[in-house]
């Protein structure tokens, strides 16, 4: 996986690489070869952006890594739709991670609404809404929220156990 900045370099290497190629050895073939990869690279970095990148540094942990990566992608709107929901949802999380839960609940709500298809990712929207919710003491939607994310059927066991916690908290805020 490379970089914003490796992919342009590669990018150019092609266009002179079938520059100098069509200078001093002749032939169209291998030319447009490397400007069709070169186009593709390019077309494929407004597509997809450097979302996997963050998605790898969230998983690790490396908030930071993650949101420098986030940084690369200038305008989100060129992504894919679902790597636009993706965009929105790693967003989210460091929104979430920074302790701004109402920019990253409008950041993950985006991200439904832009295509975010995952279940384990879905399931995790979802308890963050919901989490949320029942921090800002509105009991119904952290309901509403937790029983969404209860219907993506995660396989996470961290996350399983964190939506029973959560659960319990809202029982025992209607005993309350």
Not at 57 to 66: C, F, S, T, V
Not at 86 to 105: H, R, T
Request: proline content about 3%; aromatic content about 14%.
């Amino acid at each position: 996986m490379l970089s914003a900045r490796g992919r342009f370099l590669l990018i150019l290497l092609l266009i002179v690489g079938g520059i100098v190629y069509l200078s001093f050895i002749g032939g169209w073939t291998i030319p447009l070869l490397m400007w069709s990869v070169g186009l593709l690279l390019w077309f494929s970095h407004f597509r997809h952006g450097s979302i996997l990148g963050v998605l790898f540094a969230l998983q690790r942990g490396d908030i930071p890594k993650a949101e420098s990566l986030l940084a690369q992608t200038r305008n989100p709107q060129f992504l894919s739709p679902r790597y636009r929901g993706y965009y929105y949802f790693a967003k989210g999380l460091i929104c979430f991670y920074n302790k701004d839960l109402d920019e990253g609940s409008k950041f993950l709500k985006q991200s439904i609404t832009e295509g975010l298809s995952g279940k384990q990712e879905l399931g995790i929207v979802y308890f963050n809404l919901a989490h949320t919710a029942f921090y800002q003491q509105n009991k119904p939607e952290a309901r509403e929220y937790l029983r969404q994310a209860k219907a993506q059927e995660v396989s996470d066991l961290h996350l399983k156990q964190r939506l029973e916690e959560l659960e319990l908290a809202l029982q025992d805020a209607n005993l309350n």
